[in-house]
């Protein structure tokens, strides 16, 4: 053999040699790789490559362990079989997809046992693929996941569970809280904080029964009425009025004992009632102190403001029969110290007791004077605004104004002069002579132009409703005028029904066809409360200077439930100025307006003419309403 076949023979030997330690280090790694698959606690399933319907060649012992099929009852089967998929579910079109672009993927599915039941996987499953590229086998590892999911699942009910219990706690703290406000809404007033209306005469029938049930009991009912409120109301806004009585009512409380009973009936009424007292003089006292504490002036937003009030006592005693007897003793008390000037209180079954806090001096003497000798001469002047219907700007009612041209001062409003005549009594036949000249306009304009439908409307006080022969006296100036009741209304504060009297007066004046209408109410809640217990025909609510987005001083919504609670409620909206004071009534769907706007105050002589042809707005191009 030649050194050439030699070196031949040397290299095959050394090709077999290294061949064999390659087959045997592969065969080693086969063994390996076999025992760790046979090992593994996650199913291994190794099909054939069909990309339409792969075909199981092999599985592990841990498949044939999760699955519970045999390695013979599974050898041969598409392993679509496996999975517990819908035919168009996205998890079976995912691994559909991945087979034909023999990208390897990942995803969770069911899959279900030999016996049907189902079981939660994570699939891994990647081609393989021979030296030239082609795929020959698909390799899928499982792994169960049921304890994850069912660890996710509990997790998930547990955050529902606390959520539902979050929503639960958050209604039933939100029907706590209702509760509170229902307790609130019910029992106090909304504005001082002060007991209300209806807490006041649950504790006053009670009062009244120890009255009756006690020998030694004694209880004095106090009702109080701040003087000149209007105007505060009128010159500064409602706001203003708001918080002066906010102010008063500390102060009112102040004054009172601890077990006293102090409440606010309304508008600028209040009441107390000192319960257990020992002597007459012990209410006498208390309202003695109130008048004292009143004689500082209070401070509310930057203005100083002066206010006195008057007070009338009622002590309880067995003659009264109801609740209802004693406030209208205390009412009447009250009022006769109003008519006597205010500042000063009055018992129901004693003088009025004047004080001496604010008298008249002499240039309010003076003025006082003038004021008389004006209604004697005739000096006062009406004027009459027309309330409008938006629709059409057709007139449907005038207001009348009263106007004093006064000899140094010239033409005065009703705010400069009214509050004296309250003071001084002269508003009783200043407010007849009022109605009178009203009521001869109204024939004349009906004379001149046969149009009987229109309404005039003139504002009443406190005092001229409390006046005894106020009845009476409207019935002889109907007769004398010849004016039909229907063409009339009056206008009054809504905290002027409360009055037991005044409301026994305006029932009486609805029964005989003339309207009332309520003007400037500053709450929502107190004013349902008191259209609900009286007869109204019409609404009458003021636009507030200082308020933003030009909204009436109710809020919409309180004006919403009015509109819904009483259908044949008129609501006319006053001191409309501007273009969008106008355009926010045609959004809230309110017919009737009154202010410059659509036409100011205006003489006898010049109403012919807007209520035969309506008026002309000030705004031009003004949209009407519908």
């Known amino acids: 053999m030649n050194f050439i076949d030699q070196l031949k023979l040397h290299r095959l030997k050394q090709f077999e040699e290294e061949t064999a330690r390659y087959e045997s280090a592969v065969d080693l790694r086969l063994r390996i790789l076999e025992t760790v698959v046979e090992a593994s606690r996650d199913a291994v399933v190794i099909t054939d490559a069909s990309s339409d319907c792969p075909r199981v060649q092999y599985v592990n012992p841990a498949f044939t362990a999760a699955s519970q099929y045999s390695t013979a009852e599974i050898i041969g089967k598409p392993i679509a079989s496996l999975w517990s998929l819908p035919a168009n579910s996205e998890a079976l079109a995912s691994i559909q997809r991945a087979y034909q672009s023999a990208h390897p993927d990942n995803l969770e599915l069911q899959c279900k046992r030999k016996d049907g039941t189902a079981f939660w996987g994570e699939l891994n499953f990647s081609p393989l693929k021979d030296e030239n590229g082609s795929i020959h086998h698909w390799i899928h590892i499982l792994r169960d996941i049921g304890d994850q999911k069912a660890y996710e699942e509990t997790l998930v009910r547990a955050r529902v569970a606390e959520e539902q219990n979050e929503k639960l706690l958050l209604e039933l703290m939100g029907h706590k809280e209702l509760e509170r406000k229902l307790l609130q809404t019910a029992f106090y007033d909304s504005l001082t904080g002060l007991k209300n209306r209806a807490f006041f005469l649950e504790h006053l029938e009670r009062s009244l029964q120890h009255t009756h049930t006690r020998s030694k009991y004694r209880c004095a009912l106090l009702y109080l009425d701040l003087d000149g409120f209007k105007e505060v109301n009128d010159l500064h806004g409602h706001q203003i009025g708001d918080a002066l009585l906010v102010e008063f009512s500390r102060a009112l409380k102040s004054c009172c004992r601890p077990q006293d009973f102090v409440c606010r009936m309304g508008g600028d009424e209040f009441t107390v009632l000192l319960d257990d007292i020992k002597t007459s003089e012990g209410a006498h006292s208390v309202a003695k102190r109130i008048l004292d504490q009143l004689q500082t002036s209070f401070l509310v937003g930057g203005v100083s403001l002066e206010i006195s009030v008057s007070i009338g006592i009622c002590e309880l005693n067995p003659r009264h029969k109801v609740a209802d007897d004693v406030i209208r003793e205390a009412d009447m008390a009250m009022y006769r110290a109003k008519r006597g000037g205010g500042n000063q209180y009055a018992s129901s079954d004693g003088p009025i007791q004047i004080t001496d806090i604010l008298p008249l001096g002499d240039s309010a003497k003076k003025e006082r004077d003038a004021l008389s000798s004006a209604i004697e001469q005739g000096e006062l002047e009406l004027f009459y605004q027309p309330v409008v219907d938006i629709n059409s700007f057709r007139v449907v009612q005038v207001e009348t104004l009263v106007r004093w041209r006064h000899p140094e001062r010239g033409l005065l409003k009703p705010s400069q002069f009214l509050p004296l005549a309250e003071k001084s009594g002269l508003i009783v036949p200043l407010g007849q002579l009022v109605i009178r000249a009203a009521c001869l306009q109204l024939k004349e304009w009906q004379q001149l132009i046969q149009f009987r439908d229109t309404v005039l409307s003139i504002n009443l006080s406190y005092i001229e409703l409390a006046d005894e022969l106020f009845f009476e006296n409207i019935i002889d100036l109907l007769a004398d005028t010849l004016t039909e009741p229907g063409n009339l209304q009056f206008e009054l504060p809504p905290d002027m029904l409360d009055l037991s009297r ?30 609900s217990h009286h007869a109204v025909d019409m609404l009458k609510l003021a636009y507030e200077p200082r308020r933003a987005k030009y909204q009436p001083m109710l809020p919409p919504e309180i004006i919403a439930r009015t509109q819904g609670q009483f259908p044949s409620l008129a609501i006319c909206i006053e001191r409309v100025e501007t273009i969008e004071h106008h355009l926010s009534l045609i959004r809230q769907g309110i017919r009737l307006a009154q202010g410059n706007l659509y036409s100011p105050p205006l003489p006898a002589d010049e109403v012919i003419h807007t209520l035969l042809y309506g008026v002309r707005p000030s705004a031009p191009k003004l949209p009407a309403c519908g």
């Open 502 to 531: 005044t409301g026994q007066f305006t029932e009486s004046l609805r029964k005989i066809g003339i309207r009332i209408a309520l003007s400037h109410p500053s709450e929502g809640n107190a004013l349902l409360d008191v259209i």
